[in-house]
């Protein structure tokens, strides 16, 4: 389907709106019935109409269909965050006994979930480096029920080849669900790829105005609705018409942004790399990563994040720098208007930090909107106080 399409048209229907461009914010809770037959038939399946707003919304309707179609799958389900996106995905896949193999460093609430929620309900998780597929191989055992991926990682970037682990996964009858919100559907479909669940933030590049907190599921019509009549409807975080609607609109400039950003991201990334305070520039698309082929193989581009290893001895090196960006503001998330900063010390005290440690002074950007001169002028007067 031409992206075009999916984002211009797929799941409008102007004529039942006054021919308005723009679709309506159906605020509503629930939805009236004539017929008893007809109350009746919701009931039995409440993903097939309009019963209540906890299921299924036109507004939201419009959004899963454009969302489904981005990723190549066959339906998507929206939710009122990407970590709830994440728990429902997971929880819908596992029951006492079983086990998950997760890669490592996954998103924060993803960890938490294996760390801290599972256990309590007997279910377990094994942490592999997910750069080898061999590791996977390794880490199944008979009680394996699911696959966590998150490629590329949101702060290293370390990638998994996706078509191969869910070739493996399937061998064994292992669910795989994939975190893609660093590349969103425009830069890699893993559904595709053969990955049973595709998750993004749509906080993120999605929404792309930091003003919605959203997350999506994608995969085949039994998955979701597997899901539906179960977490989506039990947990009770699917998405608001009015966040919907924000993310129909956010949908409408994505691949203008996305390749606006990733654009000013290559400027930046050759200034970084010729910066003496710049140890190492971490980016997927730049020739030295050290996953680079894999990740041409399997991603059709790169966005805007980047990190850097800071070229520092001590901890108030990297703090100056942040403290002095007068545009890049020093902020968690990405995928918005605006540049952002976010250092790993800030969760480091000056008494634990190690120079010696790359991780301990990476320092994550997020390329925005703005021209590459006035963010590298901004970073260049930074570095000059760091
Ligand atoms: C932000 C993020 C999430 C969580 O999404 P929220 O919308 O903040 O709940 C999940 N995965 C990755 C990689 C993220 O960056």
Request: glycine content about 8%; hydrophobic content about 40%.
């Given at each position: 389907m031409d992206i075009s399409y999916i984002l211009n048209e797929l799941g409008e229907d102007r004529s039942q709106y006054f021919n308005a461009i723009a679709p309506p914010i159906i605020q509503t809770s629930n939805?009236?019935?004539r017929r008893?037959?007809?109350?009746?038939?919701?009931?039995?399946?409440?993903?097939a109409g309009y019963l209540y707003s906890r299921g299924i919304n036109p507004t939201v309707d419009i959004l899963r269909l454009k969302l489904a179609a981005l990723d190549g799958a066959e339906d998507a389900l929206v939710f009122n965050s990407g970590a709830a996106a994440i728990f429902a995905a997971v929880l819908a896949n596992v029951k006492a006994?079983?086990?998950?193999?997760?890669?490592?460093?996954?998103?924060?609430?993803?960890?938490?979930?294996?760390?801290?929620?599972?256990?309590?309900?007997?279910?377990?998780?094994?942490y592999v480096d997910g750069t080898q597929v061999d590791n996977f191989v390794k880490a199944?055992?008979?009680?394996?029920?699911?696959?966590?991926?998150?490629?590329?990682?949101?702060?290293?970037?370390?990638?998994?080849?996706?078509?191969a682990v869910a070739a493996l996964a399937k061998s064994h009858h292992i669910i795989t669900i994939c975190d893609n919100s660093y590349?969103?559907?425009?830069?890699?479909?893993?559904?595709?790829?053969?990955?049973?669940?595709?998750?993004?933030?749509?906080?993120?590049?999605?929404?792309g105005h930091s003003d919605t907190v959203a997350g999506v599921i994608s995969g085949s019509k039994a998955m979701m609705k597997k899901i539906f009549d179960s977490e989506y409807l039990n947990i009770g975080s699917g998405i608001q018409p009015f966040n919907?609607?924000?993310?129909?609109?956010?949908?409408?400039?994505?691949?203008a942004r996305l390749e606006q950003s990733a654009q000013t991201t290559r400027r930046v990334v050759d200034y970084l790399k010729n910066h003496p305070k710049v140890e190492e520039v971490i980016y997927p698309f730049d020739p030295g990563?050290?996953?680079?082929?894999?990740?041409?193989?399997?991603?059709?581009?790169?966005?805007?994040l980047l990190t850097i290893v800071y070229?520092?001895?001590?901890?108030?090196?990297?703090?100056?720098?942040?403290?002095?960006?007068?545009?890049?503001?020093?902020?968690?998330?990405?995928?918005?208007?605006?540049?952002?900063v976010i250092p790993r010390c800030a969760s480091i005290t000056h008494q634990n930090f190690r120079p010696e440690k790359k991780e301990h002074r990476m320092v994550r950007l997020y390329i925005g909107l703005e021209s590459a001169d006035y963010l590298i002028a901004d970073l260049d007067q930074a570095f000059n106080a760091g």
């Open positions: 939805f009236a019935f008893v037959d007809d109350m009746g038939k919701a009931f039995e399946d409440e993903m006994g079983d086990h998950i193999i997760s890669v490592r460093h996954p998103y924060t609430w993803a960890q938490r979930t294996f760390d801290v929620i599972l256990p309590r309900f007997g279910v377990s998780t094994t199944i055992q008979p009680n394996t029920t699911l696959i966590y991926l998150e490629s590329p990682n949101s702060w290293t970037y370390a990638l998994q080849d996706l078509r590349c969103t559907p425009l830069y890699q479909r893993p559904v595709e790829l053969g990955i049973d669940i595709s998750l993004q933030s749509a906080t993120k590049y999605i929404g919907a609607w924000l993310l129909i609109r956010g949908l409408r400039t994505l691949p990563f050290m996953q680079f082929e894999l990740a041409r193989q399997q991603m059709s581009g790169a966005g805007g070229n520092a001895k001590e901890r108030a090196q990297i703090v100056r720098f942040c403290e002095a960006l007068q545009h890049i503001l020093m902020a968690v998330s990405w995928g918005g208007h605006e540049s952002l």
